[in-house]
């Protein structure tokens, strides 16, 4: 792998020199970050900790990748500044493990509808006259299953067609009549 730096710029104020960088890589995959951050210490010698890479890109169908790193004064200066999605991707500090939270307490178990109806009420005998024909009203109200419709011919189907056509062109010179 060939790395060439394109350009390099001081930033006295973050401590840091920001580099934009292309490394050619023929007949090898993607390199990864750790692999390009160590190219980097290398060639502006630095030391890999204090190399942070931001963004990396390769283009498809091609040996290239191009980017941009930083590499800070210390490590310390890094850690302050830096984004920490940033250090994680590069490897300077762990990634925060989220706590998993309590289990949620178990729910009890719905009780079925019929059992909810069966106590009466202590409104009256109309309430119990009116939860005792509620279930029976229940069968009652479901429709049975049509029965399957019949399965008719193309040549049925063709005739039909033609009946309602004939319908239509009679209403139209009617409308033609009225204008």
């Not at 060439?4 to 050619?24: M, S």
């Not at 890589?25 to 951050?37: F, I, S, Y």
Request: no cysteine.
């Amino acid at each position: 792998m060939e790395l060439q730096v394109l350009t390099k710029k001081d930033n006295p104020h973050l401590k840091r020199v920001e580099v934009t960088f292309k490394a050619i890589h023929k007949a090898e995959p993607t390199p990864t970050r750790d692999a390009l951050r160590a190219f980097l210490a290398r060639e502006l010698k630095a030391t890999k900790d204090i190399v942070v890479i931001d963004s990396q890109a390769s283009t498809f169908g091609r040996y290239e990748t191009h980017g941009y790193a930083k590499v800070y004064k210390s490590k310390e200066e890094a850690l302050s500044v830096e984004r920490k999605h940033i250090l994680v991707r590069n490897k300077l500090i762990e990634p925060e493990v989220k706590e998993k939270a309590a289990p949620k307490p178990e729910k009890p178990t719905p009780t079925p509808r019929a059992e909810k109806a069966a106590p009466p009420k202590a409104e009256g005998p109309k309430a119990e006259a009116k939860a005792e024909a509620k279930p029976e009203a229940k069968p009652e109200a479901k429709p049975e299953k049509a029965p399957p419709k019949e399965e008719k011919k193309p040549a049925d189907k063709k005739e039909e067609k033609k009946e309602e056509k004939k319908p239509e062109k009679k209403a139209e010179p009617k409308k033609k009549e009225a204008k």
